[in-house]
């Protein structure tokens, strides 16, 4: 199996008073390996209402790839890849948010509601290295 470019993979969605967060976390699970675990922490907005944070680190190579996997299903990922100037930052942490009402019906879509940030492996830790290492693994 290839490498993977990338030191970790985040995901995170919150879940809103209004939400189901067993319906939020599906949506989630939409681009995690089977059984894995997902973090959850409370938070409160700004009017005093409830937020709940979901999140899961994806850290081993196998792991990442069901993640790229899933990933690489979005209509388009093109433009993900022509947009991965504005997607990697100075870091060389790559961006990209996906669509939380899509991935409960277990598509993948860009949108509104899950957030991905990968840390790219770039040597050097510039960002023209990380963007490339990123087209790379989005191919």
Not at 12 to 17: G, I, P
Not at 33 to 52: N, T, Y
Not at 103 to 112: F, H, I, K, M, N
């Amino acid at each position: 199996m290839t490498s993977v470019p990338f030191h970790y993979i985040d995901l995170r969605a919150f879940c809103y008073d209004t939400e189901d967060d067993q319906r939020v976390e599906s949506a989630l699970r939409t681009f995690l390996p089977e059984e894995f675990e997902v973090a959850r922490a409370k938070s409160e907005g700004h009017h005093g209402d409830r937020i709940l944070v979901l999140s899961a680190r994806v850290e081993t190579a196998d792991e990442m790839r069901h993640v790229l996997d899933k990933l690489r299903e979005l209509p388009d990922i093109e433009r993900v890849r022509d947009e991965l100037e504005q997607r990697v930052d100075d870091n060389c942490s790559f961006f990209v948010s996906l669509d939380k009402q899509a991935a409960y019906r277990g598509r993948v879509e860009l949108g509104q509601g899950i957030t991905l940030r990968a840390k790219v492996e770039a040597y050097p830790a510039k960002k023209d290295a990380a963007v490339e290492n990123a087209r790379e693994a989005l191919a």
